[in-house]
């Protein structure tokens, strides 16, 4: 096992590190979509920059034009396109941020850093890994029976998510039977507290651990072991780009609101001390895939350093515990 480890490490460095020089560069400014996200009770979103999607009929996030620099494009054998690993997105409604401060008005939703961190990340985990990997991806509601055919779920900014009755009673049939829910990018107390609400309606009875980086699942393939502040990427057009990691006085990026300046990794565990859940808070880990070609610095910094080993660390522990 040590071995294939490090042969698997020693592989996935020198091919990220290369892949940095076919990386695309920036082809114009990031266009945001905050002013008009959804109607909670209709079924279209507007996203980042892919245009309007309609939640009722996206299946994958091959189906939703890019709004980076692309994504790739690959297939697997014929015959086994089923026998791959699909990495897989949570459709929610989101509510209003009615309270002063950071973010007020703004309606984050799933539809952050997507489809390009999905895709991204699907075609790294496929390239760097023996792994085969679905290179449509999959996008669903938590009420869709087909959810409990994928290992985990992604959740992206859930700080104002509001589950129906029906979706917290599939999370929590899906985390109970062995589906595990993992959560990034999102910041602050507050976003915090509303994801947090809304888990324990879906799990009343469990509470959050937080990790640190002597968990197995900073070290199992690629050796995280630093500290914690060290694994914290910044949002990237919020990142400022002389930022001293050896000066604590030093920020990392714009004001993010109260409690958004130090980097948690928090789970929920089953009786058997399964991960159901994990959640990165503090710390917008799929922007390292999402804007991995908009600028050479920040991929090297943070898409290669971080962003790409943590996620292959979460698949592989996830998928093998």
Known sequence: MELRRNILLLGAWAALGASAGLAQFPRGSWRGGF??????????????????????????????????????????????????????RA?????????????????LGWWVDYPDADLNFSYRLQQLTSAKVDPDGRVMKLTNPELFGYPFILMEHPGYMQLRD???????????????????????????????????????????TDLTTDHPIFSCVFDLKRPMKRLQVPTMQF???????DD??????????????????????????????IAVHNSDITDGWEREGEHDDYFRTFSEKVSYPFGINLFFYLMTH
Request: charged share 30%; no cysteine; proline share 5%.
């Open 91 to 107: 459709i929610f409604k989101v509510g209003p941020n009615l309270a002063p401060g950071y973010g007020r008005g703004r309606r």
């Open 166 to 208: 029906d979706e917290a009673g599939a999370l929590r049939k899906y985390l109970l039977t062995g589906g595990t829910l993992v959560v990034i990018d999102f910041w602050n107390t507050r976003e915090w507290d509303g994801f947090a609400a809304q888990m324990k309606r879906v799990m009343p009875e469990r509470g959050w």
């Open 35 to 88: 002013d008009a996200n959804e109607d909670d009770t209709g079924s279209l979103v507007r996203t980042e920059g892919s245009g309007i999607i309609d939640e009722n009929l996206v299946r994958t996030a091959r189906e939703t034009m890019s709004h980076s620099t692309g994504t790739p494009n690959w297939s697997n054998p014929r015959g086994f396109e089923k026998d791959v690993f699909t990495f897989a």
């Open 248 to 277: 604590p006085n030093s920020p990392l990026q714009i004001d993010r609101g109260e409690g958004s300046e130090e980097m948690h990794v928090r789970v929920m565990l089953d009786d058997k001390q399964r991960i159901m859940a």
């Open 239 to 245: 990142w400022y780009r002389h930022h001293n990691p």
